[in-house]
């Protein structure tokens, strides 16, 4: 749902190209990118616990050249200078 993205540029009074969706999950960078907005993939390799990440096959990497990849929401930040 393109809104579930665009109101938050809208609640920050910005345009979508001034916003940038930080995510580990490729679906939701591609339907940001499609709504206009940047994207950061940030690797949550433990995102559902030690144990998963042993078996967890979807969204280990970026599978796409977002805006930003990087292995942790620390390098999505020194990647953009925050």
Request: proline content about 4%; some cysteine.
């Amino acid at each position: 749902m393109p809104q579930a993205y665009l109101r938050t540029a809208e609640a920050l009074m910005l345009e979508p190209t001034q916003v940038c969706l930080v995510a580990a999950h490729n679906d939701d960078l591609q339907a940001a990118r499609a709504c206009g907005l940047r994207t950061a993939f940030a690797a949550r390799p433990y995102e559902h616990g030690a144990d998963y990440a042993k078996r967890q096959t979807k969204d280990v990497k970026a599978t796409s050249d977002w805006d930003v990849v990087a292995n942790s929401i620390e390098e999505v930040a020194d990647a953009v200078g925050a």
